[in-house]
């Protein structure tokens, strides 16, 4: 099976703080994404990168940034946390194909900035 | 850019009625996926459509794909308790293959 794993389920920051989110997944996918879930707003990406080092920008890049060293993992960095950025983060992976690509999600990271 | 819209927000029923999602993207789509996700858990896929005016079933559930490939419907015959959640489609934009782009989501409540 696959397994996407979030090493944060919860967590709870302070304005101002930088703050990790990491995933790793084991089935050797190309691509990997970060989207945010808010109620009422559906799933919106943050970024995603499609292979090492490469990254593309979603559709709510900012405040966010992105580093992916390794291909089983994606990180999720914000700069300098707000609380306006209170709310769940899904990772996600998927090969890389014309069409055809199955997403798999985490469990969901919950964070709230104070 | 590309959107994809879905309707209704929220739909609750009495077990044993009929549901229905609707998606509508502003352009063609390569092709759509559904996901389910239960009350605190994480979207899961349900099915993928590929071909213009697909239609495919998985027991109660009925997924088509329209004849244009901008539109997909999601139609749950005869809810039960265990349908409880959140439907998510998802279209995979021509334009670029690693990027999906997704509706709102309907969350469903079904009372017994």
């Known amino acids: 099976d696959v397994k996407v794993t979030q090493s944060s389920r919860y967590l709870v920051k302070r304005t101002g703080e930088k703050v990790f989110l990491e995933c790793v997944q084991d089935?050797?996918?190309?691509?990997m994404f970060w989207y945010r879930q808010d109620p009422g707003l559906g799933l919106r990406l943050i970024y995603f990168s499609y292979d090492v080092k490469m990254k593309e920008k979603g559709d709510i890049p900012e405040g966010y940034s992105v580093s992916r060293e390794k291909k089983e993992r994606f990180s999720l960095i914000l700069e300098s946390a707000s609380t306006n950025q209170t709310s769940m983060y899904l990772c996600a992976s998927s090969f890389l194909q014309g069409f055809g690509n199955t997403i798999y999600f985490g469990e969901g990271s919950w964070l709230t900035v104070v | 850019g590309q959107q994809v819209m879905q309707i209704p927000q929220y739909q609750h029923v009495q077990e044993g009625e009929d549901f229905t999602t609707y998606c509508n993207s502003s352009t063609t789509l390569s092709n759509i996926q559904w996901y389910k996700q239960r009350p605190g858990g994480h979207p899961v896929f349900l099915i993928q459509?590929?071909?213009?005016?697909e239609v495919k079933k998985q027991k109660r559930l009925t997924f088509q794909f329209g004849e244009a490939k901008k539109n997909s419907s999601l139609h749950i015959t005869a809810t039960q308790t265990t349908d409880v959640g959140t439907y998510f489609c998802a279209g995979l934009g021509r334009d670029n293959f690693n990027k999906f782009y997704f509706g709102s989501g309907t969350k469903l409540n079904v009372k017994p």
């Open positions: 089935m050797d996918h190309e691509n």
């Open positions: 459509l590929v071909k213009s005016g």
